[in-house]
C-alpha cells in the first residue's frame, strides 16, 4: 500500500511517500509563496527517488485547510485531480486535527495563528473526535484553554505522519469532486455582503 | 502527420474551461463553467470567490469534457494551461491542475499566454494568414499586435491606462446597468443618437490608446446632470461613447494596418463581440481591402479552446515547461521565447 501524503496549508510545505504507514522519504521545506512552483516538483522528484510510477500510488492523504487560502488550494487541486485521473483512494485531514494526531492527552487543542488576534482552533477528545473547529479571536481561545486545560499544539510542531497516514486508514474514501478547502472563514466580500443584508 | 490533440485548461479570470483541439484548429470538444451569476451580486469578479469556484469544478469540468470528446487522457497529445496573464488565485488553480494531469499521464505541458489564446481563437474560424495586424481588445487588454509568423508577437502599441472591456463595465455601472455591463451599452449605443458632447481618446498618430480620460468625462457628465436634476438619455450617451471609442480603436488600427503594409487583420478578445466595433471595421476594412476575421462570438470571452489553438503553435515551437512553471499574473506576451 503506497500512500503520498501532502500539506501545503502553511509555508512549510510537507511531501511524504509511505509503503505500509511507514515512510519510504519525505520533503519538507519552508518555502513561503512558492508553493505553486515547487510542490508538483516535489511530488514528482519523490516518486522518482523510489521508482515508484504515479499511477502505482494506491492512496492520497491531503490536509485540505485551514491555513493560507492559497496554499490549501494548491494541495487540495493536485490531490483530488491526482486521484480523480489514477482512480484511487482519497482521504482529507483537516491542518488542525492532523497537528494532534499521535498525542497523547484527555483533550488535544492545535492553533494556527489566523492574524489581527485571531486564530483557527481545534479542540478534540482523547480519541481525536472533534470537539470543535472554528475561527476564533484570542479571547474565545484563552477561555478554551481554561475550560478544557488540553495539550496544546502549534503550528511549528512536526507532523506525526505516519500516525496521521495509520489513522486516515479508518476513514471512509472520499470522492475527489466533493474534496475542497476548509477555509473556516468567508471571503471578505462575503462578510460584507453578509452584513449588509 | 500523426494527429495532435491538446488538452487544454484556462482559469485565468471568472471562467473554469477545458477543451481538446486536434492539430491547432479542430475543435473536438470544449466545456466552459462561467461563475458570472455569482460575481453580478458584488458587481464584479471577487478573485477569492473566483479562486474557491475553480478549485471546486477543475475535476468535474475535466470529467465532463472527457465524455462530451469521448476521449481518455491516454489519447491526449500534451496539456495546456493559461499560465498568465490574469487574476493570480484562478491561474494558480488551472496549472496546478495542468501540471499534476502531466505528472500522472507522463504528457508534455504547454504554457499559454492568454492573449495568444485570443489572438488563436480565430485560428479554430479560418487559418490565421501571415502578416497579419491583431487588433487584441477586452476587459484586460488593449493591444495592436504584429505577427509574421505563427507564435512571433511583435506589439506596435497598447493602452497606457484603462482597458477598453473595463471602460466599458465602468461606464455601465456609472448609468447603472448590471455587471457585467459592456454588452449592454454596446445594445443601447445601436438605439440612440450620438448627442453628448465626449472627447475622443488619446486621438493622437501613436498606436497607443488610453480610456480613463474619457471615463472619467461620462462620469462628471452623469454627476453634473444629476445634481441639475435632469434625467440622462442612457442610449444617447451610450451611443455618443462608443461612437468615440470605436472611432479612435478603427482609425489606429486601419493605419497600422497601412504602414506596415499588411492586409489581413483579426480582432480578439472579449469586446471583439461588440456589434459597433464589428460594424465600424467592416466598412473600413471594405474599403481598404483588407481580409478581417473576428472569432466566433462564443470564443470572443474566455475560453480553452483558444488556448488549445494557441498550444498546438507553441508546440511546433518547443516551447514546453516543466513541473516548475507558475502562474504569472502579469506577462509579457513578447518575451516568449525565454519561457
Redesign the interface.
Known amino acids: 500500500m503506497i500512500s503520498l501524503f501532502i500539506d501545503t496549508c502553511l509555508s512549510d510545505v510537507s511531501i511524504s511517500l509511505l509503503k505500509n504507514n511507514k515512510i519510504l522519504s519525505y520533503i519538507s521545506n519552508n518555502i513561503p509563496g512558492e508553493h505553486?512552483?515547487?510542490?508538483?516538483?516535489y511530488?514528482?522528484n519523490i516518486l522518482k527517488e523510489n521508482k515508484i510510477d504515479?499511477?502505482e500510488v494506491n492512496e492520497i492523504v491531503v490536509v485540505n485547510g485551514p491555513g493560507s487560502?492559497?496554499g490549501v488550494?494548491?494541495g487540495?487541486?493536485?490531490a483530488?485531480?491526482?486521484a480523480?485521473?489514477?482512480k484511487i483512494r482519497i482521504v482529507t485531514i483537516t491542518s488542525l486535527k492532523a497537528r494532534v494526531i499521535g498525542r497523547q492527552s484527555n483533550y488535544l487543542l492545535s492553533m494556527i495563528d489566523a492574524k489581527h488576534d485571531n486564530y483557527y482552533v481545534g479542540l478534540y477528545d482523547k480519541n481525536y473526535n472533534k470537539i470543535k473547529e472554528e475561527f476564533m479571536s484570542k479571547d474565545l481561545l484563552d477561555a478554551l484553554v481554561k475550560k478544557y486545560n488540553p495539550l496544546i499544539v502549534g503550528e511549528k510542531d512536526k507532523y506525526l505522519i505516519e500516525d496521521i497516514v495509520k489513522y486516515t486508514n479508518n476513514q471512509k474514501n472520499e470522492n475527489?469532486?466533493s474534496i475542497?478547502?476548509i477555509?473556516l472563514k468567508l471571503?471578505?466580500?462575503?462578510e460584507k455582503?453578509d452584513k449588509r443584508v | 502527420m500523426k494527429d495532435i490533440y491538446i488538452l487544454a485548461i484556462e482559469s485565468s479570470c471568472d471562467e473554469t474551461s477545458m477543451s481538446i483541439i486536434k492539430n491547432g484548429s479542430v475543435e473536438i470538444a470544449t466545456v466552459v463553467l462561467s461563475q458570472i451569476d455569482i460575481h453580478k451580486?458584488?458587481g464584479g469578479v471577487?478573485p477569492?470567490?473566483a479562486?474557491?469556484n475553480h478549485?471546486?469544478n477543475?475535476?468535474?469540468v475535466?470529467?465532463e469534457l472527457l465524455q462530451k470528446a469521448n476521449m481518455k487522457?491516454e489519447n491526449i497529445t500534451a496539456i495546456a494551461v493559461t499560465y498568465g496573464p490574469g487574476l493570480?488565485?484562478s491561474l494558480?488553480?488551472g496549472?496546478?491542475?495542468a501540471?499534476?494531469?502531466s505528472?500522472?499521464?507522463g504528457k508534455p505541458l504547454i504554457p499559454v499566454h492568454h492573449i495568444a489564446g485570443h489572438i488563436y481563437a480565430n485560428n479554430l474560424e479560418k487559418r490565421l494568414s501571415f502578416p497579419l495586424i491583431a487588433l487584441v481588445v477586452s476587459g484586460g487588454h488593449t493591444e495592436l499586435v504584429y505577427m509574421n509568423e505563427d507564435y512571433s508577437f511583435k506589439k506596435i502599441g497598447g493602452t497606457l491606462d484603462d482597458a477598453v472591456g473595463e471602460c466599458y463595465d465602468k461606464v455601465a455601472k456609472v448609468i447603472g446597468l448590471e455587471y457585467p455591463g459592456g454588452p449592454k451599452v454596446d445594445k443601447l449605443a445601436h438605439l440612440g443618437k450620438n448627442t453628448y458632447n465626449l472627447p475622443y481618446p488619446l486621438n493622437d498618430n501613436s498606436y497607443n490608446f488610453s480610456f480613463s480620460g474619457i471615463k472619467s468625462a461620462v462620469i462628471n457628465l452623469v454627476h453634473n446632470e444629476k445634481q441639475k436634476g435632469n434625467t440622462i438619455n442612457k442610449e444617447n450617451l451610450c451611443t455618443s461613447f462608443q461612437d468615440r471609442i470605436t472611432t479612435v480603436l478603427v482609425k489606429k488600427t486601419i493605419n497600422a494596418l497601412k504602414e506596415y503594409n499588411v492586409n489581413n487583420l483579426i480582432v480578439a478578445g472579449g469586446v471583439s463581440a461588440n456589434i459597433g466595433l464589428r460594424e465600424r471595421l467592416e466598412e473600413e476594412c471594405k474599403k481598404n481591402n483588407i481580409n478581417l476575421s473576428f472569432p466566433r462570438l462564443s470564443y470572443c470571452t474566455d475560453n480553452a479552446a483558444m488556448i488549445g489553438a494557441a498550444a498546438y503553435y507553441a508546440y511546433k515551437k518547443g516551447i514546453i515547461a516543466?513541473?516548475?512553471l507558475?502562474?504569472k499574473a502579469v506577462d509579457n506576451l513578447y518575451n516568449q521565447k525565454f519561457i
Do not use: C, W
Not at chain 1, 505553486?36 to 516538483?41: A, L
Open positions: 505553486s512552483i515547487y510542490v508538483t516538483k511530488i514528482e504515479p499511477k487560502f492559497t488550494r494548491i487540495v487541486t493536485i483530488k485531480m491526482f480523480y485521473l489514477t475527489p469532486h475542497n478547502p477555509y471571503p471578505e466580500a462575503m455582503n | 451580486n458584488y471577487v477569492e470567490i479562486s474557491r478549485i471546486e477543475i475535476t468535474i475535466l470529467e487522457t493570480i488565485g494558480l488553480i496549472v496546478q491542475a501540471k499534476t494531469i505528472l500522472v499521464t516543466d513541473q516548475t507558475t502562474a
